[in-house]
C-alpha cells in the first residue's frame, strides 16, 4: 500500500503534467497509481521490464508469499478489465521523427488516441505543428520540434528539448524518410550519401541520443519504419533499399545490445501505402488499379494500417517481442512464386 501511495504521490506530483487538465476522480488516479505499481513491479512493464532499474524493484518488492502474488495478480486483472487504457500507453512520451506527413502523422494521432504525450520531429516545422494541432484535438499533451535528423547537433536539442518539457522518453518511432530514384550506375555520390543520411544514419542518431534517457532508466522501445523493400531489390532504388536493410539489422543490433538493458527494439516493413511519398505514382492512370490487383487482399495500404502495427509494438501487450521485422503488405511479399510458370499449376 505504501508503494501505492508512494507512485500516487508521483504521479501527482510530476511537474510537466501540471499543464494537464485537472486529474479525473480519486478512484481513477488510485487504478493509475496500482498501474504503475505494478509495472514498476516488472511485470506490466512498457519495455522488457529487464533492465536494471526494473530488475531491483522486482526484487525489492516481488511478493514473496503465494497470497501477495494472488493478489498483485487481481491487481493486473482489475487493470486488464477495464481496457480505457488496454495498451497502457497512457501518459507515456512518445517521440515520432517524420511526423508532419503521411504514417508519422497518423502515428502521432494513433498514440494521442491511446493517451500518450506525443512529441513530433520533422524538419518541416509547419507540418510538425499542423500534426500536433490535430493531437491537442484528441486533448493529449503534445510538442512540436523542427529538426533535421541528418544533424547530430539539430537531433540531440530536439532530445533536450523533449527532456526538459517530459522529463522522459518512453518510446521512439524512427519514421523520417525519403525515397530518390537513380540507377546504381549512374547515382551520384552526394544523392546516395544523401539517401542513407536521412534513412539510416537519422534513425542511427536519434536512438542514441533518446535512447540514453532510456538506458539509464532501463525502459523503453523502439520502432524503426523499414520497408519490404529491405529484401527485394527494384528498379531505380537500389540507395532506398540498402538503407532500408540497413535499418533493418540497426534494429536487429539494438536489440541485442540494448535488450538487457530494458529496451525492445523493432521494424515494421510496410508494403505498397498511400503517403505523399508514393503519391505522384498514384497520378499516373491505372496504376492503383493495378497496383490493387497484385496485393493478395487486393488494397493499398493506409498510412493507418501501419500505424496500429506501430501502437501495438510499442506497448505493453508487445512486451516480450523483440530484434523482429513485422511486415504489414496486404500479403504483396508472399506472391513470387505466382511469377514462375508451372503449366498445369496455373
Ligand atoms: N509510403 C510507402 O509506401 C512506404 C513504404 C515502405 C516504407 N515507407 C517508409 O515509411 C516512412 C514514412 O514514409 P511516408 O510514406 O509517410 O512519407 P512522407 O513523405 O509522407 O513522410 C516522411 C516525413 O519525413 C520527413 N523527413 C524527411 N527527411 C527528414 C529529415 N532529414 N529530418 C526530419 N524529417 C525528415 C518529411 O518531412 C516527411 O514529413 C519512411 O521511412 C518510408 O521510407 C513508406
Redesign the pocket.
Known amino acids: 500500500m505504501r508503494r501505492v501511495v508512494r507512485c500516487w504521490r508521483k504521479l501527482t506530483l510530476r511537474p510537466w503534467r501540471r499543464d494537464l487538465p485537472p486529474k479525473p476522480g480519486a478512484g481513477v488516479a488510485l487504478r493509475r497509481a496500482r498501474l504503475l505499481a505494478v509495472e514498476q513491479a516488472g511485470r506490466g512493464h512498457q519495455g522488457c521490464g529487464t533492465g536494471e532499474g526494473a530488475r531491483k524493484l522486482r526484487w525489492q518488492w516481488a511478493p514473496k508469499t503465494r497470497s501477495k502474488l494472488r493478489r498483485w495478480s487481481k491487481v493486473e486483472k482489475l487493470v486488464n478489465a477495464n481496457d480505457q487504457d488496454w495498451l497502457r500507453l497512457r501518459d507515456r512520451v512518445c517521440v515520432i521523427?517524420?511526423?508532419?506527413?503521411?504514417?508519422?502523422?497518423e502515428t502521432a494521432i494513433q498514440f494521442a488516441t491511446v493517451g500518450a504525450t506525443v512529441v513530433a520531429?520533422?524538419?518541416?516545422g509547419n507540418?510538425c505543428s499542423q500534426t500536433t494541432e490535430e493531437v491537442r484535438k484528441l486533448g493529449g499533451a503534445t510538442l512540436a520540434l523542427e529538426?533535421?535528423?541528418?544533424d547530430a547537433d539539430s537531433v540531440s536539442a530536439a532530445a533536450g528539448r523533449a527532456l526538459a518539457d517530459f522529463g522522459r522518453c518512453d518510446m521512439l518511432i524512427n519514421?523520417?524518410?525519403?525515397?530518390q530514384p537513380g540507377r546504381l550506375e549512374t547515382l551520384s555520390l552526394a544523392d546516395w550519401n544523401t539517401l542513407l543520411?536521412?534513412?539510416l544514419t537519422?534513425y542511427f542518431l536519434c536512438s542514441q541520443a533518446f535512447g540514453r534517457d532510456m538506458l539509464a532508466r532501463g525502459s523503453g522501445v523502439l520502432v524503426h519504419?523499414?520497408?519490404?523493400?529491405a529484401g527485394q531489390p527494384q528498379g531505380m532504388s537500389g540507395a532506398?533499399s540498402a538503407s532500408?536493410a540497413g535499418v533493418a539489422m540497426l534494429s536487429r543490433q539494438l536489440a541485442f545490445e540494448w535488450g538487457p538493458r530494458g529496451i525492445r527494439s523493432n521494424t515494421i516493413?510496410?508494403?505498397?501505402?498511400?503517403?505523399?511519398?508514393?503519391e505522384s505514382f498514384y497520378q499516373a492512370p491505372g496504376v492503383k488499379e493495378r497496383r490493387e490487383a497484385i496485393v493478395p487482399l487486393r488494397a493499398i495500404?493506409r498510412?493507418l494500417d501501419?500505424a496500429n502495427v506501430v501502437v501495438f509494438l510499442a506497448s505493453f501487450r508487445a512486451g516480450y517481442i523483440t530484434g523482429q521485422d513485422i511486415v504489414v503488405d496486404g500479403g504483396l511479399s508472399q506472391t513470387l512464386m505466382s511469377y514462375v510458370p508451372r503449366p498445369g499449376y496455373d
Open positions: 521523427t517524420g511526423a508532419s506527413s503521411g504514417i508519422g502523422r520531429i520533422d524538419r518541416d507540418g529538426c533535421d535528423v541528418t519514421n523520417a524518410g525519403i525515397l543520411q536521412i534513412n537519422g519504419i523499414a520497408s519490404i523493400a532506398y532500408k516493413s510496410p508494403g505498397l501505402i498511400r503517403t505523399p511519398l508514393s495500404g498510412p501501419i
